[in-house]
C-alpha cells in the first residue's frame, strides 16, 4: 500500500481463474487464420472483422465471408515508447465495414493515411491473429 499526491494505492494480485471457448465465428476466424485467410462476419448490411457473432450495434451476424486481407490505412500511431518504436494502423479491409488494428512492416518510410496495405503471413501459422506478421504496402 502506498501514499500517492494524497491518494491511497493499495496493490494486491487477484486470481481470476476462468477458460474461454471460441464461439463459432470465432472458430471460423481464427482457422481462416491459420489458412492465410482473413474471415469476417456478415449480416444486416455488416461486414465484420475479425469474425464475431454480433456488430456493434446488435445485429446477430450469421454468415461469415473470407476477405482478400488487402485494404487501406484509415490512421496510423507509432508506439515511440516500445523498443523499436513499432508502427500500428486501423485498416478498413477491402469489403469491411469495420477497421482491423494490427502493426505495419517496419522500416523508416512506413505507409500513411490512405495508402493501400496487404497482409504479410508468418510461414508458421497456428490460427492466431499473429499469423499475420504485418501488413505492408500493396
Not at 25 to 30: I, P, V
Not at 75 to 102: E, K, Q, W
Request: hydrophobic share 40%; net charge negative; glycine share 10%.
Amino acid at each position: 500500500m502506498t501514499v500517492d499526491d494524497g491518494l491511497l494505492i493499495f496493490e494486491q494480485q487477484i486470481s481470476l481463474p476462468y477458460s474461454y471457448t471460441a464461439g463459432g465465428a470465432q472458430r471460423a476466424a481464427l482457422a481462416g487464420l491459420r489458412d492465410a485467410e482473413i474471415v469476417a462476419s456478415t449480416g444486416g448490411g455488416h461486414v465484420v472483422v475479425p469474425a464475431r457473432p454480433f456488430a456493434a450495434d446488435g445485429t446477430h451476424l450469421r454468415d461469415t465471408t473470407a476477405l482478400t486481407g488487402e485494404g487501406e490505412i484509415e490512421m496510423v500511431s507509432v508506439a515511440h515508447h516500445l523498443p523499436g518504436a513499432p508502427v500500428y494502423a486501423l485498416i478498413r479491409l477491402d469489403g469491411a465495414t469495420t477497421l482491423l488494428f494490427h502493426r505495419l512492416a517496419p522500416g523508416p518510410d512506413h505507409p500513411s493515411a490512405g495508402d493501400r496495405v496487404r497482409p504479410v503471413w508468418r510461414a508458421e501459422r497456428t490460427g492466431s491473429i499473429l499469423d499475420i506478421e504485418c501488413f505492408a504496402p500493396a
